[in-house]
């Protein structure tokens, strides 16, 4: 596998490493302590920048703050999904000033219906009909 393969497609940063970790389990549902578990394993790693397209109204009292804070003080971006409810109530870890919160726009570049929306959120990004690099024959 490599870039220029014939074989799906390349991004913006085809020298890109991944760091895959996953903290929610197959029905995509996870508790604080994994996400923070997660978000040091991955700054301990040398990870310079987390991606977390999940959302959850819980707001963590210490630990996931605490996990932020960390990968903030190692100059690790975090950046974070504001969810897809229509709603301005704040989202975590999105809602955390230490994260970058990623709302969704639609194929147009218009505000997408379905993702949340508030003074909190910092960008807008297409979320809405994103295809993945996988494809399937057939599927």
Known sequence: MGIDNGVGSVGIAPNAI???IKVLDSENFGALDQINEGIVFAVNRGAKVINMSLASREKSLVLLEDALNFAATHDVLVVAAVGNEASNTPMYPAWY???M????????DNFWGLSNWGEWVDISAPGE???STWWKKGG
């Open 18 to 20: 991944i760091m895959p």
């Open 129 to 131: 009909t994103v295809w």
């Open 101 to 108: 919160a990623i709302s969704a726009t639609n194929p147009k």
């Open 97 to 99: 000033d230490q994260t």
